[in-house]
T-cell receptor, first 114, second 118 residues
Framework: DQQVKQNSPSLSVQEGRISILNCDYT??????FLWYKKYPAEGPTFLIS?????DKNEDGRFTVFLNKSAKHLSLHIVPSQPGDSAVYFC?????????????FGKGTHLIIQP | SAVISQKPSRDICQRGTSLTIQCQVD?????MFWYRQQPGQSLTLIAT?????????ESGFVIDKFPISRPNLTFSTLTVSNMSPEDSSIYLC???????????????FGPGTRLTVL
C-alpha cells in the first residue's frame, strides 16, 4: 500500500519555464512533508519542506504548496534550469519532531530541456 | 546540515556472505536511520538506529538479517547478513537533529552504498 504517491515517473520541461511536480498521500496522520532531489550515484538532497499547518512555503526558486483537504502537495520550480534535471522525491512523516522515519514516493524524473 | 559519509560506496558480494556498511557524521545528531532503495523503487525505511540500545525495525525487516549498531552520536553500522540477489540495492543512512539542540523534521542523507549480490 503506497501511502505517498508520485504518479508521474517523468516530466520534461523547457529551460526557463515552470516545473510542477505533484505528490498525493493517503495517510491523514502525516503532518510534515519534504521534497528531496537526487542525482545518480548520490544520496538525496533536502530541498524544501512544509508543515501541515501551512499551505505554502517558499525558498528561492522553489515553492511547495499543500492542499490538506485533497491530500495533495506540489513543488514548483521557477525558472527551471538545466541543473534541476534530477529525480525528485516527495516524503512525509507523522508526528513532526518525533522519532519517525520518512515515507517516500517513487520519485519523478525531471528533465530540463534547453 | 551535516557532512555524512558512508563506506563502502559500492561493493559486489557473493550470496551467503555479509557486508557491514558504515555511516559517519561530522556533527552529533539526535537520530540516525537506515533506508534501502531497490532498483526502480522508492526509499524504504529499514530501521532507526538507537544509541546504546537495539535498533527499532520497520515491518518486514528483522535484526537477524539487518543488525545495526550505534555506539555514539556520530556513527552507525548496518550489516546485510546472508545476502541473496534480492538484497541488491542502494543502502542509505540519514540523520536528523544536527547539532543536538535543534530538533527538526528534516533528514539529511549520506551518499549511499550500492550493493550488488551475485
Amino acid at each position: 500500500d503506497q501511502q505517498v504517491k508520485q504518479n508521474s515517473p517523468s516530466l520534461s520541461v523547457q529551460e526557463g519555464r515552470i516545473s510542477i511536480l505533484n505528490c498525493d498521500y493517503t495517510n491523514s496522520m502525516f503532518d510534515y512533508f519534504l521534497w528531496y532531489k537526487k542525482y545518480p550515484a548520490e544520496g538525496p538532497t533536502f530541498l524544501i519542506s512544509i508543515s501541515s499547518i501551512k499551505d505554502k512555503n517558499e525558498d528561492g526558486r522553489f515553492t511547495v504548496f499543500l492542499n490538506k483537504s485533497a491530500k495533495h502537495l506540489s513543488l514548483h520550480i521557477v525558472p527551471s534550469q538545466p541543473g534541476d534535471s534530477a529525480v525528485y522525491f516527495c516524503a512525509a512523516v507523522i508526528g513532526g519532531g518525533g522519532a519517525d522515519g520518512l515515507t517516500f514516493g517513487k520519485g519523478t524524473h525531471l528533465i530540463i530541456q534547453p | 546540515s551535516a557532512v555524512i559519509s558512508q563506506k563502502p560506496s559500492r561493493d559486489i558480494c557473493q550470496r551467503g556472505t555479509s557486508l557491514t556498511i558504515q555511516c559517519q557524521v561530522d556533527s552529533q545528531v539526535t537520530m540516525m536511520f537506515w533506508y534501502r532503495q531497490q532498483p526502480g523503487q522508492s526509499l524504504t525505511l529499514i530501521a532507526t538506529a538507537n544509541q546504546g540500545s537495539e535498533a527499532t525495525y520497520e515491518s518486514g525487516f528483522v535484526i537477524d538479517k539487518f543488525p545495526i549498531s550505534r555506539p555514539n552520536l556520530t556513527f552507525s553500522t548496518l550489516t546485510v547478513s546472508n545476502m541473496s540477489p534480492e538484497d541488491s540495492s542502494i543502502y542509505l543512512c540519514s540523520v536528523k537533529g544536527v547539532d543536538l539542540p535543534r530538533e527538526s523534521n528534516e533528514q539529511f542523507f549520506g551518499p549511499g552504498t550500492r550493493l550488488t549480490v551475485l
